[in-house]
């Protein structure tokens, strides 16, 4: 619930770009990995260090100040939405590292090998099908052998 508030919340606000001078100063920080207009990534040390001082009850504030970073710079929404998944980061199993680089939009390219054995996954299924229609069609077919000879006995009797 306070996420959906959250979220509604920050879609009318647009996100702060940085300027020029900004993105210079955000750079030059030891903790900073890489920054571009909308978007900021700190190292993973610099993650560690701030969640272990937020857990201490610091203030997000004050950790980037007391790093070199000016939290004005950054602004209100983005310092709190890196203390939030600091701590959803936290209780990850793979940490503080940035998964991004494993996420890829593009499903992984099969091997021939992997290509061959779903075909012949296929085709056996198919064939399996295909038997199981032969039989389905050949009771079927006694089936109506056995109702014609019953149909014929009865139009003897008459």
Known sequence: MLQKVRAERNKDMPKKTFSAEELEKLRSSPYVYNVISGMIKF???FKHIAYE????GIGMREIFETHGIDPKILGASR???????????????SGFEDLRQYNTRRPPKETEEQILAAR???LEHELAYTRQEVEFLKK?????LEARKQWESKQRRK
Not at 140 to 144: G, N
Request: neutral net charge; hydrophobic residues 45%; charged residues 35%.
């Open 43 to 45: 190292t993973e040390e």
């Open 53 to 56: 001082q937020l857990v201490r």
């Open 79 to 93: 310092i709190r939405g890196f203390a939030m998944h600091l701590r959803s980061n936290a209780a990850r199993e």
């Open 120 to 122: 012949v996954d296929r």
């Open 140 to 144: 079927i077919h006694l089936a109506d």
